[in-house]
């Protein structure tokens, strides 16, 4: 797999245009196709990007994922059906710099109410290692924190786990903050208004309350992360750098963003160096990638290993239901882990 495909070279497209001009109540066949009747017809191209759909769109839309549940995300390769099916869309939403194959389908597909989540917040670029100790900005003042000026967390070598923000580009996972995709919410659902006003009025309401309880999960994160034994942690795929940044901890990438990398052993004896410096306790794998990497590299320095959920899809193996249950998992995982109270 290509990873530096994986990044987009400029940081934020741009502003999203919101200018969606009003769908007519189902005067286009494709709503009506597969009896969901006068739902608006939404594709989206993986689970956070889903979640944000239903809950957003509740009764009124019929969501339909491009990545099936299990599906690691950036390995994902769509069929012709698929394809054809983004053009059928009454809504298309996604996340540029995630999975190339399924930004390029959407390019060429025409749909004219399309939204890049990445447009509604701001990205920033981060390296493997990120620490929100790192930024004088805190965490007001994000606009202000422009996309150059990153040199030292540009790439080292070929795989030593260096590479997630690199060539300029930006880091994705947006998500894995709660405030920053609570920002992605608000930009939806003004969108989703636009698109169908006959239910502006609902998908206001379900925004408003997706947002409050987005909050919630950002205070509880504030909260349980306040005082703990050591800040830094340690996972396989570097996704979580928003997170690490927006609660004052660092994560160290043991192979950047491709979860089945394998990582140098140059970079396996930092990372080990690293652990008994900051005092890490947990090396962190994912659900949908395999956790070889971090149990050998747990055997190697006589870590503990634990699972730190990138998100990017709900299987059975998920430790909750939806975002916001394995999201509140992962806050005990790192809680655990970090030694906080």
């Known amino acids: 797999m290509n990873v530096r495909r994986?990044?987009?070279?400029?940081?934020?497209?741009?502003?999203?245009?919101?200018?969606?001009?009003?769908?007519?109540?189902?005067?286009?066949?494709?709503?009506?196709?597969?009896?969901?009747?006068?739902?608006?017809?939404?594709?989206?191209?993986?689970?956070?990007?889903?979640?944000?759909?239903?809950?957003?769109?509740?009764?009124?839309?019929?969501?339909?994922?491009?990545?099936?549940?299990?599906?690691?995300?950036?390995?994902?390769?769509?069929?012709?059906?698929?394809?054809?099916?983004?053009?059928e869309s009454d809504?298309?939403?996604?996340?540029?710099?995630?999975?190339?194959?399924?930004?390029?389908?959407?390019?060429?597909?025409?749909?004219?109410?399309?939204?890049?989540?990445?447009?509604?917040?701001?990205?920033?670029?981060?390296?493997?290692?990120?620490?929100?100790?790192?930024?004088?900005?805190?965490?007001?003042?994000?606009?202000?924190?422009?996309?150059e000026g990153e040199e030292a967390h540009e790439e080292h070598s070929e795989g030593d786990g260096h590479n997630h923000g690199q060539d300029g580009g930006a880091d994705p996972h947006i998500w894995l903050d709660p405030v920053k995709y609570a920002e992605v919410a608000k930009g939806v659902g003004k969108s989703l208004e636009k698109a169908d006003p006959d239910h502006a009025a609902d998908y206001k309401k379900n925004t408003d309350a997706l947002v409050a309880e987005l909050g919630e999960l950002n205070t509880a994160y504030e909260t349980g992360l306040k005082n703990p034994s050591t800040r830094t942690f340690i996972t396989t795929h570097s996704a979580f750098g928003y997170l690490a940044e927006r609660y004052g901890l660092t994560q160290q990438g043991i192979a950047g963003i491709d979860p089945e990398a394998e990582p140098s052993p140059a970079r396996i004896q930092e990372i080990h160096t690293i652990a008994e410096k900051e005092k890490a306790t947990t090396v962190f794998?994912?659900?949908?990638?395999?956790?070889?990497?971090?149990?050998?590299?747990?055997?190697?320095?006589?870590?503990?290993?634990?699972?730190?959920?990138?998100?990017?899809?709900?299987?059975?193996?998920?430790?909750?239901?939806?975002?916001?249950?394995?999201?509140?998992?992962?806050?005990?995982?790192?809680?655990?882990?970090?030694?906080?109270?």
Do not use: W
């Open 6 to 87: 994986l990044i987009p070279t400029t940081a934020v497209a741009g502003a999203v245009v919101l200018g969606l001009t009003a769908l007519s109540a189902c005067s286009t066949s494709d709503a009506a196709d597969g009896g969901n009747g006068d739902k608006l017809k939404v594709t989206t191209s993986f689970y956070p990007m889903q979640f944000l759909a239903e809950k957003i769109g509740g009764e009124h839309v019929a969501v339909t994922s491009l990545t099936k549940p299990g599906v690691e995300p950036h390995d994902l390769e769509l069929t012709p059906r698929q394809i054809g099916s983004i053009s």
């Open 91 to 147: 809504y298309v939403l996604y996340l540029k710099g995630i999975q190339p194959a399924v930004d390029d389908a959407i390019q060429q597909s025409g749909v004219k109410n399309t939204v890049d989540a990445a447009t509604l917040t701001t990205l920033e670029n981060h390296g493997s290692e990120v620490s929100g100790h790192d930024h004088d900005h805190g965490h007001e003042g994000e606009e202000e924190h422009g996309h």
């Open 285 to 341: 794998f994912e659900t949908l990638a395999s956790g070889k990497t971090a149990k050998t590299l747990a055997k190697d320095t006589g870590l503990k290993t634990g699972v730190l959920d990138p998100l990017e899809g709900i299987t059975e193996k998920s430790q909750g239901a939806d975002y916001i249950e394995v999201m509140e998992s992962n806050l005990a995982a790192l809680q655990k882990a970090l030694g906080a109270k």
